[in-house]
């Protein structure tokens, strides 16, 4: 079955240490998404990625970086120029093609710094 | 103004009760999600609506397309109902536009 899949779940980090936090997908989609959310909030824009080896910044990209090698993969890492990065982290994709294209959920990843 | 609008923001209700939660969006859409994330924090994809109606066990949800609105409908509610529920409108393709999310808790 096709999907998308976040890793790990719950994730620890010590302050001043860079965390990647990892997304596949297989369902063969163009563009995928990294968001943010923090408690009681929405979700914010923190990277996306239309095509393999492009990528754009979202609305919080600061302190994040991502890479977009192959289709199915769009890694986000957190790193220790992230000033508050515990939060909820969430991958989505889509098709991408068109207007209203049907887009698919991680899991979503809960990063506590320690 | 956002561009997509829960209410209500927070619901608070007794088990067996039917719940409502609406979702109002302004850009021009063809797919509607309605997500549901667990105090854990985890999410689950419920439904994705292009037109009319879709059911799965009690829950219920409908779209109308040329009034930009839509609502998950909850049938004879449960304490374990209580999670937070977001409508995410994928929008071009660079944007999935989230709702702020509904908060509720069914109360045994």
């Known amino acids: 079955d096709g999907g998308i899949t976040q890793s790990p779940k719950y994730l620890f980090r010590k302050e001043g240490q860079n965390v990647t936090l990892s997304c596949e997908q297989n369902?063969?989609?163009?563009?995928m998404y990294w968001y943010r959310q923090d408690p009681g909030q929405g979700l914010r824009l923190i990277y996306y990625?239309?095509?393999?080896?492009?990528?754009q910044k979202g609305d919080i990209a600061e302190g994040y970086s991502v890479s977009r090698e192959k289709k199915e993969s769009f890694p986000l890492t957190v790193t220790s120029a992230q000033k508050n990065p515990t939060a909820f982290y969430l991958c989505?994709?889509?098709?991408?093609?068109?207007?209203?294209?049907?887009?698919?959920f991680g899991q979503g990843t809960r990063l506590t710094v320690v | 103004k956002n561009e997509v609008e829960q209410s209500p923001q927070n619901l608070t209700a007794q088990e067996g009760e039917f719940i409502t939660i609406n979702c109002s969006y302004s850009?021009?859409?063809?797919?509607l999600h309605w997500l549901q994330q667990h105090p854990g924090g985890g999410i689950v994809s419920l439904f994705m609506?292009?037109?009319g109606k879709k059911k799965h066990g009690r829950l219920i949800a409908t779209i109308n397309i040329q009034e930009k609105h839509s609502s998950l409908h909850i049938t004879a509610s449960h304490p374990r109902d209580s999670a937070v529920y977001i409508c995410?409108?994928?929008?071009?393709?660079?944007?999935?536009?989230f709702g702020k999310g509904t908060r509720l808790h069914i109360l045994p």
């Open positions: 850009v021009g859409i063809s797919a």
């Open positions: 995410a409108v994928p929008y071009r393709d660079d944007k999935i536009i």
């Open positions: 369902l063969n989609h163009d563009a």
């Open positions: 990625s239309q095509i393999v080896n492009d990528f």
């Open positions: 989505a994709s889509s098709a991408g093609a068109s207007l209203g294209t049907e887009a698919f």
């Open positions: 609506l292009s037109s």
